[in-house]
Structure formats: C-alpha cells, structure tokens
C-alpha cells in the first residue's frame, strides 16, 4: 500500500519546548489532517490542510501542507503535560478515496 | 449531541469464535470505515463503505466482514478465519463520500483468550 513516513518515531522533551514533526510521501496529496491519539482512545482531529502552500493554526498547533503537496508538518508551540499522546498524520491521496495513516509521533513531556 | 459510539469497549472472544463490534454515528455521515492499531504502528484500513448497501475492502479485509444496511451503522464481524485479532478497532465516519475528514469513534479493544 501506499506509505506516510513520519518522523520522528519518538520524542522525549521538557515543558514549555516546541515540537516539530512531518510526514513525507512519494505520492501527491489532495488533503492532509494531523490527528493526537489519547492512550486507549480514538485519535481525535487537530487541524485539516487542503491547499498547497495552507498554514493553519489551532491555538498553540500549526500545520501546513507542503507546496510540492507531498509533505506536511505540524508544530506545536510551548508544550504543556496535555500534549502527552501519538500524533499522527493522513493524506488523501489525489485521485484516491482511502486516507493513508503515518505511524505515528509519540511524545512525551519531562516536567 | 452528535457523535460516533463504538461498543463494547473491551472485548474477549475465545479462539474460533467470531465476535461482532457495534459502530453507531448520528452526525448523518455518508462513508463510515474500520481500522486496525496493533501497538506502535498506524492505521490500517479494513473495510469502507461510501454508501448504504455498499462496502469495499481495505488493505487487510481477509477474516473481516461488514455490512451497512442503516446509514447510522456500520458493525464489523472478527471471524474465526483472523489469525491474529487481538488489536484496537477503531470505526469512523466522514461526510460525504471521501474521507476528508474523518471523525473517530472510541475504539475497541478486542483480545483472543
């Protein structure tokens, strides 16, 4: 099938740091969504991209979608301990009707 | 208020029994979809269904089935043919036919005894 590789896998921070993350793709992508995953709870939607070259923010978050379209990345701004949880990003792929999921970015947060 | 509910939440099922995992949503979503999280790794796509009385199969569809009848619901059915179906099923829906934003429900956690 078709792969996301979002990196990185991990990332151990303090509180009050900024967070980068991306997903990258050989393919072109129509949308792009950035998901946060709670531990035994469904991953819930933090910000939808549509365009290339969107910057979007969701309070401390912001995304954007690459302007090649196989790319985005997502920051988060002064973490706080609710940041805990996976990120995950998905792309539609254009001319596809199946969302292609990342594997995911686990972060954690040292007080 | 409008959502999508996935039930039970935890599930056993003994080996070589088939187990059915409920999925509702009442935000009047066209497509509803079934993924698989095994730990450490990302979704995958089991079944979709863009419309009532019609499902495709994703990319691990063998020892699933599906059905739609009701836009509301979309029930998954873990068959004795899955060989490894301990994992966290997660249903979502999106409005209209693509998955342009997907919303999830809970998920289920489903283990073998």
């Known amino acids: 099938g078709q792969q996301l590789n979002q990196s990185p896998q991990s990332m151990f921070i303090q509180e009050g740091e900024d967070v980068s993350m991306n997903c990258t793709s050989s393919s072109i992508f129509n949308t792009w969504l950035w998901y946060k995953q709670d531990p035994g709870e469904g991953p819930v939607l933090l910000i939808a991209?549509?365009?290339?070259?969107e910057l979007t923010s969701n309070g401390r978050l912001t995304a954007q979608f690459g302007i090649t379209r196989k790319d985005s990345f997502l920051n988060i701004s002064a973490s706080i301990p609710s940041d805990v949880g996976i990120y995950f990003c998905a792309g539609l792929i254009q001319g596809a009707q199946k969302l292609v999921f990342g594997q995911g970015t686990r972060l954690t947060i040292n007080p | 208020d409008g959502g999508i509910t996935q039930s039970p939440k935890y599930l056993f099922r003994k080996e070589g029994q088939n187990v059915t995992l409920s999925c509702e949503q009442n935000l009047n979503h066209d497509a509803m979809y079934w993924y698989r999280q095994d730990p450490g790794q990302g979704l995958r796509l089991i079944y979709y269904?863009?419309?009532?009385?019609?499902?495709q199969k994703g990319d691990i569809a063998e020892g699933y089935s599906v059905s739609r009848e009701k836009k509301e619901s979309f029930p998954l059915t873990v068959t004795s043919a899955q060989k490894n179906p301990t994992a966290f099923y997660l249903c979502?829906?999106?409005?209209?036919?693509?998955?342009?934003?997907?919303?999830f429900g809970q998920g289920t956690r489903l283990t073998v005894v």
């Open positions: 991209l549509y365009k290339a070259g």
């Open positions: 979502a829906s999106s409005h209209g036919g693509l998955p342009t934003e997907a919303f």
């Open positions: 269904s863009q419309i009532v009385n019609d499902f």
